[in-house]
């Protein structure tokens, strides 16, 4: 990676990284405080917080012993809850190969929809040769099953990563996310799409969450 790439704001990865940290410096365990950049930071690029557009208002450092500090965000709604703002800085790999194995164990399911639809559901003229996951979205489905895994879960999962497997990542055949996922899909709102469509779509969704 190159050091001097623009991460957020104008600013390197180590940039904003020191720029946080000063910070939470200035601050005393206890006081809440406020930072449009975390809160932003946070909002745009948590793995859970992005996908369930969730933007904390005010910040607080509490003390932990054996740590640095513990980090919390006010989420409206939701009250106090510790979040990490260096993970949205380098955030865990791990999540995106277990997005991406999700997404995968998700497309025989899709797969069947689509069969089962074989006309483009929206313009109804088209045939359908994609699926759109209406509700809830498909990264909304994949973070409410991530979280539901405890940290033990995910570690065993990825004890079982291999950089140097030719085929992709999965989870093992009965796994507990594979069940959530088989779940999810019997009461989420699926929508069989020619490609046009499939675009508009999305185009909604983004306007929607602005
Ligand atoms: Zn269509």
Redesign the pocket.
């Known amino acids: 990676m190159s050091r001097g790439k623009e991460f957020f704001r104008g600013m390197t990865k180590t940039q904003l990284k020191e720029m946080i940290q000063g910070k939470i410096a200035e601050v005393d365990f206890g006081q809440e405080f406020e930072s449009s950049i975390i809160a932003d930071l946070i909002h745009q690029k948590h793995y859970h917080c992005a996908a369930q557009d969730l933007r904390p208002t005010r910040f607080r450092k509490l003390l932990r012993p054996g740590a640095v500090y513990d980090f919390q965000g006010y989420f409206p709604g939701h009250g106090w809850h510790g979040v990490s703002w260096t993970q949205c800085i380098n955030p865990r790999d791990e999540m995106d190969w277990l997005d991406r194995a999700l997404r995968d164990a998700a497309h025989p399911m899709i797969s069947r929809y689509r069969a089962m639809h074989p006309v483009?559901e929206?313009?109804?003229?088209?045939p359908?040769t994609e699926v759109d996951h209406v509700s809830p979205e498909f990264k909304v489905m994949v973070a409410q099953i991530i979280q539901t895994l405890t940290t033990s879960q995910i570690e065993e999962i990825f004890s079982r990563f291999d950089w140097l497997d030719k085929e992709p990542f999965s989870l093992p055949t009965g796994h507990s996310a594979l069940q959530l996922l088989h779940d999810a899909h019997q009461t989420a709102t699926l929508q069989a799409?020619?490609k046009?469509?499939h675009v508009i779509n999305g185009n909604e969704r983004r306007r929607r969450t602005i």
Request: charged share 20%.
């Open positions: 483009c929206r313009c109804k003229n088209n359908s799409l020619c046009p469509c």
